[in-house]
């Protein structure tokens, strides 16, 4: 009997037969030796569940739903029909590297407290353009809120955890499950939860071991689209307790009112925002000028801002490497 435990990759798809071929690939090619593949087709879609079940893989078990219920239910339905002790989820236009899960067992094997979630970093690609995130690693003792919300540097937001780059215990999941029906910000809402009122540690690999395959780059795309926010700020109202009070006011600041300016909400809802900041009690004048920045300056002038800083911080970042090599 081995003592290798089972992980199961949780995919969910729909109408999309061969990006999901491509990303059942990728999971099977892991170099750790014990995965099973759930893949949850989100409504009526033969086209896929053919391409599936050409497979022919033992290894892959096709949960295929009489109706679509969305992409945070389908994963919860992924988890409760997977048989691993630690679910991996991924979604069906992105891809790992072969030692993916292999990394990630093994930092979860020299963790004392198990009950702890794993991400990395993950490279999100468009063409031949590249960007890495998150940009920096968690500080010691700090906490999810903190890390996710609370910017440093100059830089006006905190850092991203993408959905495909996670591995969680399954009894987490089945205790926090994802919000059903909220189309926006699942991952976010699912993280705070899990490491505060879940009480689960988490920890950020260091290597790029995800990759997110976008038609364009996040900030591009979404200039172009109106976001449902308001869902999601629902959501975040709901569980405003479990944030520091600085950490609720910097996501209201950044996530909220960066969409609502997408949305091209009127100067009464932008308002309405600012008023939960200052009411949180968290607003300090960091807070300030961040939510002032971001209500005032325009969305493609942040973007090409964005884009020289980290232009800067790559230059940065070879000088140093010049440096220790020399």
């Known amino acids: 009997m081995t003592d290798i435990q089972l992980v199961s990759v949780v995919i969910p798809t729909r109408n ?9 690939a990728s999971a099977l090619s892991q170099t750790y030796s014990r995965i099973q593949v759930v893949v949850v087709i ?8 053919l391409v599936l079940h050409r497979l022919q893989d033992d290894r892959v078990k096709v949960v295929a739903l009489a ?13 409760r029909e997977a048989n691993g002790e630690w679910i991996a989820f991924l979604d069906d236009d992105d891809e790992w590297v072969p030692e993916k899960i292999e990394k990630q067992m093994a930092l979860i094997a020299s963790l004392p407290n198990k009950r702890a979630f794993v991400s990395c970093k993950f490279t999100e690609r468009c063409g031949d353009e590249t960007r890495t995130y998150p940009v920096r690693l968690p500080e010691r003792n700090e906490s999810i809120d903190d890390y996710m919300c609370r910017p440093r540097g100059m830089r006006a937001g905190g850092e991203l955890m993408q959905t495909s780059t996670l591995l969680i215990p399954r009894t987490l999941m089945l205790d926090i499950p994802f919000v ?23 920890h950020v690999l260091p290597e790029t071991l995800s990759f997110f395959n976008a038609d364009g780059f996040s900030d ?6 109106k976001p449902n926010w308001r869902s999601f700020y629902k959501s975040l109202k709901d569980i405003r307790h479990l944030f520091k009070r600085s950490a609720y006011a910097y996501c ?9 300016i997408l949305c091209n909400e009127p100067f009464h809802v932008k308002f309405s925002l600012l008023k939960d900041c200052i009411a949180s009690g968290g607003f300090s004048p960091k807070c300030a000028l961040t939510f002032a920045y971001i209500w ?15 232009r800067v911080q790559r230059l940065g970042s070879g000088q140093s490497q010049e440096v220790a090599e020399a």
């Open 220 to 225: 591009e795309t979404r200039i172009s689209k």
């Open 296 to 310: 005032f300056m325009p969305p493609s002038t942040r973007i090409r801002l964005g884009e020289l800083l980290r």
């Open 42 to 49: 989100d409504g009526p879609d033969a086209a896929t569940e």
């Open 67 to 79: 109706e679509n219920v969305g992409g945070g239910e389908a994963r919860n339905t992924g988890v």
């Open 252 to 260: 209201i600041a950044t996530r909220l009112l960066t969409d609502a």
């Open 180 to 202: 059903r029906g909220l189309k926006r910000g699942q991952e976010f809402i699912w993280l705070i939860e899990a490491g505060t009122r879940g009480g689960a540690g988490f």
């Open 16 to 24: 999309r037969p061969q990006l999901v071929v491509r990303a059942v």
